[in-house]
Nanobody
């Protein structure tokens, strides 16, 4: 089992940057692929980025490609999402999630979820 806790959200102006962190607990963390999702008010949860357990593969939503970067440190049991050139449309609650099922971009393919961290981008 994996427990996940996100941090690093906040209020930033458009064009700015934030780095989200996800701290994991559980002995098998390095076996899991990790993903970041986001959910804006009134909208469905949407895929942002994912990284394989081996760190060799990453996958991004088109809307964040070239602006966001996902990374992980298996020794520290941490996952990160570096967000640059932020836009007001990036405003959402951001969640990290864990899965044993490849690099899916569908929420129901993930087994474990954090509680989320709010990111607000002002124009």
């Amino acid at each position: 089992q994996v427990q996940l806790v996100e941090s690093g959200g906040g209020l930033v102006q458009a064009g700015g940057s934030l780095r989200l962190s996800c701290a994991a607990s559980g002995r098998t963390f390095s076996s899991y692929s990790m993903g970041w999702f986001r959910q804006a008010p009134g909208k469905e949860r949407e895929f942002v980025a994912a990284i394989s357990w081996s760190v060799t593969s990453t996958y991004y939503a088109d809307s964040v490609k070239g602006r966001f970067a996902i990374s992980r440190d298996n020794a520290k049991k941490m996952v990160y999402l570096q967000m640059n050139s932020l836009k007001p449309d990036d405003t959402a609650v951001y969640y990290c999630a864990a899965t044993l099922k490849g690099l899916p971009d569908i929420p129901n393919r993930y087994n474990y979820w954090g509680q989320g961290t709010q990111v607000t981008v002002s124009s």
